[in-house]
Structure formats: C-alpha cells, structure tokens
C-alpha cells in the first residue's frame, strides 16, 4: 500500500513523493509586463522537494487576468523567464507543472487591455473582490464573450500550452476551479447562454472540453491535469444540480487519459454541509484516473487518506508557503512554522523566500 511519502508516476515523471505543492496566488510577476520576477527562481526551487510543484495560476492572455502583479504565458520574455524557474527546479531534482488560467468575469476594468470589461459565459457580475494598483475593488461588469472570442480564446490555451512546454514544464495543469473562465461556463449561475456554449450541461461543459482539446494537441493527455471544484461558491458561484452535472463532466474525462484530476473538495467561502462532501465523494468514485485532494489537509488527514486509497496524492497550500521542505518535515513529523498571511499576496522576499528549512528553524 502507497504511503503520502512512496513514489507516483505522473506523465513523464516519477515523482518523489505524493506531497504536492498546490497552486498560490503570491502577485510578485512585474504588474506592467507580467513577466515573472527573478525572486521566483528562488521561491519555487526552496519547494522543489515537493512531489510536484503546481505553479501559481498563470494568466494565458492579457484578457485572462485579473489581479495585480499575477504572472503570464503569452509573450516570449515569458517563457524565457519561466525558463529560468523551471530549469532552478529541476537541477534540484524536482518536477513542475504550469497551471493555465483565465479569470473570466473575476477582472477589473484597469487590468485588461485597453480597459475593456472583462469577458463571461454570460453579462452577469460577481458579487466578488479582485486587488487592483489601488488595492481591493470590486469585480467589473463582464461582458457576453461572442464566438469569435470563445474560438480566440481556445486559440489562446493552445499557444499558452506551447509556450509552457517550451519553458521546459513537465506538463500543465488547466485551472478549472474556483469560479474562474471555465467554471463560469460549467455552472449554471454563470452561464446563461442561449447558443451552443449554454443550456443543457453537454453544452456548458463543451467550453471545458474545446480546451482540453487545445491543450492536449500540444501535450500528451498524460501530462495535462486538471483542478475542479464543484461545491466551491467562491467568487460568487453555484449550480442547480452539482452531482448530475459534474457527474456528467467526469464520464467526459474519463474518456481521456489525464494526468490526474485535482480536486478542490471544500467551499473556500465558508462551511462545506455533509449534502456536498457527499457530492465530492460520489464524483471522486467516479473518476478513474489519479486522483489529487485539497484544501486545508492537515499530516494526520493526508497520510489516512493515501493510506485508505481515498486519494493518490494530496496538495497542500498554506504549509508550503511557510515550509518549503514541507515533504521532509511531515515524514518527520517535525514542527511546522505558521505562515503570515499579510505576506501571502503581492510585496518582496519577506514572507515570500525567508521561511526558514529545518535545518535552520
Ligand atoms: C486568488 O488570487 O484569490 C485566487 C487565485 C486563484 C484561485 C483561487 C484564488 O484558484
């Protein structure tokens, strides 16, 4: 029986480990070109002990963002500067996914290009915040992605794909979580479209699907994950029927070879009820690939769950910003130093490369 600390192949890898690094929002790209800043070579190889690293999400266009000072794949400076991360954490023996993302309706007017308004499934706004130059504003009115933008969109995953694999990443992991782009298309709050993209759950999921198609025509299936999260109202989002309609989406993926399905399995917006842990059970029995846990996993709960087969491997967040050599210090059971959070988004090294190894705590 595996155990957290035994191997997994995922893709082309044999990872170390099944502790895995989850994706973090920490806004240290430079906020005018989204180019990743030199200080994240030394923040993503202090982690290469993880079993996997997921990067933070990484807008695939200018339009897919919608934060300050978060970092792109869409221009050449970006791969050369991705280059530099990936290459830090390999000499070090580690792995490294890139996760793709694009925000959607989750935007302010003043982070996309030419300050148009954001582009949604549908004209519906977030009741949701974003952090803009000025600090916290409330998300900006979207509006009605067209065709032509939906088919430049996929157009955009595909070449953010390549770009990524020419930045030397093991694979990538397409953010389908957490209300953003493909979520909105996937959940019936956000999507209220009349044409082929809205209406029943065969059409909102065939957004989610068109990507994976993109994105797969530059990677094998087996290194492309993907991150859901089905009970998760944050950014301001729900759905009428979760268990059939994920239900359905599942079946879809399981007719792909994915590298793994990471599975957000709480509401970040607050108390997840037993209906929709019941709902996440049921989906992670349906899914037949390899199976990635988060959100809020203590060593206890994520040990029991490899160990009972519940999950393959688990991601940690919070722990990895504030342990680098988080693997080693769980199989060691050793002390863990607690993570500030006014140091998670955005400023420089504090808070972001000074937590300490064990060596030296
Ligand atoms: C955030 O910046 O708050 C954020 C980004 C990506 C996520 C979740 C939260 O998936």
Redesign the pocket.
């Given at each position: 029986m595996p155990t957290l600390y035994s191997p997994l192949t995922i893709g082309t890898r044999e990872l170390d480990n099944r502790v895995i690094m989850a994706?973090l929002?920490r806004?240290r790209a430079n906020h005018e070109t989204d180019t990743p800043e030199p200080i994240m070579q030394e923040y993503y190889s202090q982690r290469a002990s993880a079993g996997l690293i997921i990067t933070e999400?990484t807008q695939i266009s200018p339009e897919g963002k919608g934060?300050i000072a978060?970092p792109g794949i869409y221009k050449p400076e970006h791969v050369e500067a991705w280059s530099k991360i990936t290459k830090a954490v390999h000499d070090k023996g580690g792995a490294i996914f890139m996760q793709l993302?694009h925000v959607g309706r989750i935007s302010h007017t003043s982070l996309q290009p030419g300050g148009q308004a954001p582009l949604a499934p549908s004209a519906i706004a977030a009741n949701a915040q974003t952090?803009i130059v000025d600090g916290p504003a409330d998300t900006s009115m979207p509006t009605e992605i067209t065709l032509d933008g939906i088919a430049r969109t996929i157009s955009d995953y595909k070449t953010a794909a390549q770009n990524a694999k020419d930045a030397g990443f093991d694979g990538v992991e397409i953010?389908g979580?957490?209300g953003?782009l493909i979520d909105q298309f996937m959940r019936d709050k956000t999507n209220q479209r009349t044409d082929e993209y809205g209406g029943s759950i065969e059409n909102r999921a065939k957004f989610l699907l068109e990507v994976i198609g993109a994105v797969t025509s530059v990677w094998q299936d087996n290194q492309v994950g993907l991150?859901l999260s089905p009970t998760n109202q944050?950014n301001d989002m729900a759905d009428s029927d979760t268990l059939s309609h994920f239900s359905y989406i599942i079946d879809k993926l399981n007719g792909y070879n994915l590298a793994y399905l990471h599975m957000v399995e709480k509401n970040?917006s607050g108390e997840q009820n037993p209906e929709e842990d019941a709902i996440i059970q049921s989906l992670r029995n349906k899914w037949q690939g390899i199976y990635i846990a988060n959100l809020d996993y203590d060593r206890a709960r994520a040990e029991a769950a490899v160990e009972k087969g519940e999950a393959d491997a688990i991601a940690f967040g919070k722990l990895f910003i504030s342990n680098p050599d988080l693997p080693e210090r769980l199989a060691r059971n050793a002390p863990l130093n607690e993570a500030d959070p006014t140091t998670f988004?955005g400023g420089g090294r504090e808070g972001y490369t000074d937590y300490p190894p064990l060596e030296t705590s």
């Open positions: 994706p929002t806004n999400a934060y978060t993302w952090f953010h979580a957490n953003y991150r944050f970040m988004y």
